[in-house]
């Protein structure tokens, strides 16, 4: 059964830095495109970062860029979200999900297959 488990949120003060990680299981012998998204309470799931099965291609949101770094290692089948210069309106719900579709980079939540239970960052000021 396929399973994502993320760690490593908590509560932190603006300018703080935290490493989200999420660790995949039941996707033995699969490739698969990892995507970061967060969602605040009342809005929308949004977009933060993604990164193709190899690690060649990665995108971020404008709002993250220059601050958060997405990376993965296959080899334990994890991706983490290094999350430094945290604001206040970083503060959210942040899932792992994976994208099948791996020949294209996809930032739409509707194109990810499997989703982790989400962590919690929250940001003070």
């Known amino acids: 059964q396929v399973q994502l488990v993320e760690s490593g949120g908590g509560l932190v003060q603006a300018g703080d830095s935290l490493r989200l990680s999420c660790a995949a299981s039941?996707?033995?012998?699969?490739?698969?495109?990892m995507g970061w998204f967060r969602q605040a309470p009342g809005k929308e799931r949004e977009f933060v970062a993604v990164?193709?099965?190899?690690?060649?291609?990665?995108y971020y949101a404008d709002s993250v860029k220059g601050r958060f770094t997405i990376s993965r290692d296959n080899a334990k089948n994890t991706v983490f979200l290094q999350m430094n210069s945290l604001k206040p309106e970083d503060t959210a719900v942040y899932y792992c999900?994976?994208?099948?579709?791996?020949?294209?980079?996809?930032?739409?939540?509707?194109?990810?297959?499997?989703w982790g239970q989400g962590t919690q960052v929250t940001v003070s000021s």
């Open positions: 039941g996707l033995t012998f699969r490739r698969y495109n």
């Open positions: 990164i193709t099965w190899s690690g060649g291609s990665i």
């Open positions: 999900a994976t994208d099948f579709r791996w020949q294209s980079v996809d930032r739409e939540p509707e194109k990810y297959d499997y």
